[in-house]
């Protein structure tokens, strides 16, 4: 198994400087990871710094709390597939989906959707904030806007994914709709048991160190 084709490598530290996301592309490279994660400021950074390679550059809009306007967010997600952006991970208006203002989070997402050129669009949930019957609407919300992925935390909650969220969400989803966990996934273990749930994209800022693992378990079975 590949792991490191599943790996977003993320840095959307609040003191990330420019030299962390020149480490952050250049362990991107090493590794041959699917995509950097950065926020919007570095996504121009990023692109050039991987310009010579297949490495995708997310970033993210409405992030980490998700409750700017549908405009604003829209905004965003122009201004960084304009900058080079090749996928977009928003963060849904969280308060609205428990005031189940339906109509809204779905037409915030399906804005967002339209303005980013056929981009990749996840759309970040924040499980932890969630009841299970709300992680049950916002997958039946996601199929039916027809984005790319469900994500289930911007690592900034609560906690991050747990193997919880995704048995609930695959129960639900249909069949296109892909799945990204994030949060908190700092080991080879977490990351092959969500692998083996289904879940095809990872984001995590322990990429690295998750491969050193894997390069042991190689190592060892070795010797």
């Known amino acids: 198994m590949e792991i490191n084709k599943y790996i977003d490598h993320t840095n959307l530290k609040m003191d990330a400087t420019s ?8 362990e991107a490279i090493e ?10 400021s570095y996504v121009s950074l990023a692109k ?3 310009k010579d390679t297949n490495i995708l550059v997310a970033t993210v809009v409405g992030f980490p709390l998700g409750m ?6 829209v905004f965003e997600a122009i201004d960084a597939v304009e900058m080079g952006a090749d996928e977009i991970d928003m963060v849904i ?3 609205a989906l428990k005031e189940k203002e339906y109509d809204y989070v779905k037409s915030e997402i399906e804005e967002i959707r339209d ?5 990749t ?5 924040e499980t932890s904030l969630l009841t299970k019957e709300e992680i049950i609407k916002m997958t039946e919300i996601c ?5 790319s992925f469900i994500k289930t935390s911007t690592g900034f909650g609560e906690r991050g994914a747990s193997l919880e969220d995704i048995d609930i969400i695959n129960e639900h989803k249909n069949e296109v709709l892909e799945i990204k966990a994030s949060g908190g996934i700092k080991t080879l273990k977490f990351a092959d048991e969500l692998i083996k749930k289904g879940v095809s994209r990872i984001g995590t800022s322990s990429g690295v160190n998750i491969m050193k693992e894997l390069e042991q378990d190689y190592f060892k079975k070795e010797e």
């Open 93 to 95: 208006n969280v308060g």
């Open 121 to 125: 669009l996840k759309v970040i949930i």
């Open 115 to 119: 303005s980013i050129d056929g981009k």
């Open 68 to 73: 700017n306007s549908p405009k604003t967010k």
């Open 31 to 40: 590794y041959d990871f699917y995509a950097v994660c950065v926020h919007p």
């Open 48 to 50: 050039d710094l991987l």
């Open 19 to 26: 030299e962390d996301i020149a480490r952050l592309c250049r």
């Open 143 to 147: 199929n039916e806007t027809f984005v």
